[in-house]
C-alpha cells in the first residue's frame, strides 16, 4: 500500500499527464532550462503539482535565480516530501508532491533570500492557480 493518499495506476498516469508530463513528473525527467513556461512567471497565485493539483508553493515565494528553472525559496508546509538522491554522482535532495510522489525537482542550501533555500522545479511539474 502506498504512502499517498492519490494513487493510480503507471498506466492512468501516463494517459491524464500526456508524455511529457509523464517523464518528468512520474519518471523524474528534467526539462530543458530556459524552456519550462513558469521560469520568469511572477503572477499572484499558487504553484500546484501538475499530476493531482496538491498547492505546493505561494507566488510570493518564488524568485529569479537565473539556473533556467523556477525557484521557490520556501514550499507550503507539509506538501512536499524530500528525498535523498544518489543518481549523477553527487548527493541532492529531490523533492516530490507530498499527496501524490510525483517528481518537482530539487532543493539546494545556495537561496540568496532569508530561507536560504531554492526549490527548483521544472515548470511541467506544477500549474499556476491564479
Sequence with gaps: MSKYTVQKTEAQWKEELGEERYKILREKGTERPFTGDYNLTFEEGTYACGACK???????????SGCGWPSFDQS???????VVDKTL??????????????HLGHVFND????SGQRYCVNS???????
Design 111 to 114: 537561496g540568496p533570500t532569508k
Design 54 to 64: 496538491n498547492s505546493l508553493f505561494e507566488s510570493n515565494s518564488k524568485f529569479d
Design 76 to 82: 507550503i508546509p507539509g506538501r512536499v516530501e524530500y
Design 124 to 130: 511541467l511539474s506544477v500549474d499556476l492557480k491564479k
Design 89 to 102: 554522482g553527487m548527493e541532492r535532495t529531490e523533492i516530490l508532491c507530498a499527496s501524490c510522489g510525483s
